[in-house]
């Protein structure tokens, strides 16, 4: 059974830093792209990060400079470590995989992948 799972999520101070893990079971992700994802209460989803097989990454303007999404295989894991938090960092997180056979290929649109977690909340306030 095929399964992410994000860890690492809770509440932090503005400017302060968290580390989400997206860790996966029943598949290896070595050879997808990884993708993290955001949704802020009453928002839409919205993209944050991606990471290809080949480790080439990719973020959203809003979070250039600040989160970096990384892959341990070994681990069968995805981070995103985030730095710099605000306020407007607070939502639910999520990490999603392209489905096995698809191209390694980073995408912004939630159509692209098969598969995603359950979430894992920030919440940024002082």
């Known amino acids: 059974q095929v399964q992410l799972v994000e860890s690492g999520g809770g509440l932090a101070q503005p400017g302060g830093s968290l580390t989400l893990s997206c860790e996966a079971s029943?598949?290896?992700?070595?050879?997808?792209?990884i993708g993290w994802f955001r949704r802020a209460l009453g928002k839409e989803r919205e993209a944050v990060s991606c990471?290809?097989?080949?480790?080439?990454?990719y973020s959203v303007n809003f979070v250039k400079g600040r989160f970096a999404i990384s892959r341990d295989n070994a681990k069968n894991t995805v981070y995103l470590q985030m730095n710099s938090l605000t306020p407007d960092d607070t939502a639910i997180y999520y990490c999603?995989?392209?489905?096995?056979?698809?191209?390694?290929?980073?995408?912004?649109?939630?159509?692209?992948?098969?598969?995603w977690g359950q979430g894992t909340q920030v919440t940024v306030s002082s």
């Open positions: 990471i290809t097989s080949e480790g080439s990454t």
């Open positions: 029943g598949f290896s992700l070595r050879n997808n792209a």
């Open positions: 999603a995989a392209v489905a096995p056979r698809a191209p390694s290929i980073c995408s912004f649109d939630v159509g692209w992948y098969a598969y």
